[in-house]
């Protein structure tokens, strides 16, 4: 079955200590992205990829790394989380770079930073 | 930067009727794209828009592109409990989608 997947789906976490959502893509996509979802703000974009080894910042990257050293993989990095990282992650991919192309969205990642 | 403004943020429906959510960019679009998150969901894509004064058909859900390529709407008719969730735009000019704050509809039986 084509699909995105993500873990954890839940995380609760205190402020200072380094966590990774990892996100999987079975469907050979180039373009993957990270968004985060906050009550009234809709999707932001943190970063995106358009291939291996090639990503760049999206709308709200502060506080965030990525790396994307495999086709299929893109970890979402949170060196020191702090509260204002509490939010709902997604995970996105889409065949080739670019905004002509549905996305695909993982289930979601909740995470509480305490 | 680009911004995507939708309204309303909410939207009561009662079974049945219609309503219309509606998408305004600050700057011209290349296309623009709706997905619905059903609650506890994750945003599913619907449609996409390319031309500037497009309209396309999915069933009861009617969506239409501005002829500046600043604006989208979309209209559902004869509502239904199916239809509750949360309605996103997302535009974009370059290689990132900017996403509306999205419409979030409940239904009333």
């Known amino acids: 079955e084509a699909q995105v997947t993500q873990n954890p789906r839940y995380l609760i976490t205190v402020t200072g200590k380094k966590l990774t959502v990892t996100c999987s893509q079975n469907?050979?996509?180039?373009?993957m992205s990270w968004y985060r979802q906050d009550p009234g703000l809709g999707l932001r974009q943190i970063y995106y990829?358009?291939?291996?080894?090639?990503?760049d910042k999206g709308d709200v990257p502060e506080g965030y790394k990525v790396s994307r050293k495999e086709k299929r993989n893109f970890p979402l990095i949170l060196e020191s989380p702090s509260p204002n990282q509490t939010s709902l992650y997604f995970c996105?991919?889409?065949?080739?770079?670019?905004?002509?192309?549905?996305?695909?969205f993982g289930p979601g990642t909740r995470l509480t930073v305490l | 930067g680009q911004q995507v403004m939708q309204i309303p943020q909410y939207q009561h429906v009662q079974e049945g009727e219609d309503f219309t959510t509606y998408c305004n960019s600050s700057?011209?679009?290349?296309?623009i794209q709706w997905y619905k998150q059903r609650p506890g969901g994750h945003p599913v894509f619907l449609i996409q828009?390319?031309?500037?004064?497009e309209v396309k058909k999915q069933k009861r859900l009617t969506f239409q592109f501005g002829e500046a390529k600043k604006n989208s709407s979309l209209h559902i008719t004869a509502t239904q409990t199916t239809d509750v969730g949360t309605y996103f735009c997302?535009?974009?000019?370059?290689?990132?989608?900017?996403f509306g704050a999205g419409t979030t509809v409940t239904v009333r039986a």
């Open positions: 990829s358009m291939n291996v080894e090639v990503t």
């Open positions: 700057t011209t679009l290349s296309n």
């Open positions: 469907m050979n996509h180039e373009y």
């Open positions: 996105a991919s889409s065949f080739v770079a670019g905004s002509y192309n549905e996305q695909f």
């Open positions: 997302a535009g974009s000019n370059d290689y990132k989608l900017s």
């Open positions: 828009l390319v031309k500037s004064g």
